[in-house]
């Protein structure tokens, strides 16, 4: 009964009526929002610009990191050494600082091989 009361207090004209919150509220009503209103309103652009800059970084590296770096496993083997294995002297980091030479890296380190 409760639930219901809550679920029907949300159809009320204060929300969704004329002048109600949800049609102050919707993205078409605010400045800067639009086309219109962000040409008009020209100190936003940069922001927008920036700010979808910023977005486009984040996804993109977001994206790298669940394609490129080993804390995600796409595959579903039950045995973690395979996919792991794909990973074994090659890099996987950014940018190399230190200009280590991935190529033979596990045979310097020492690696234990867990298949034998």
Do not use: C
């Amino acid at each position: 009964m409760f639930l219901s009361k809550l679920l029907a207090a949300a159809d009320h004209p204060y929300l969704m009526g004329v002048g109600g919150r949800k049609k102050n509220n919707s993205p078409a009503s605010m400045q800067g929002l639009t086309v219109k209103s962000l040409k008009h309103h020209v100190a936003l652009q940069p922001l927008f610009i920036i700010m979808g800059a910023g977005v486009l970084f984040v996804a993109a590296y977001v994206g790298r990191l669940a394609s490129k770096t080993t804390d995600v496993n796409w595959s579903k083997m039950k045995d973690p050494v395979d996919p792991m294995s794909a990973y074994e002297n090659k890099q996987f980091k950014m940018f190399n600082v230190g200009g280590a030479d991935y190529s033979n890296m596990s045979t310097k380190r020492n690696e234990p091989n867990y298949r034998a």
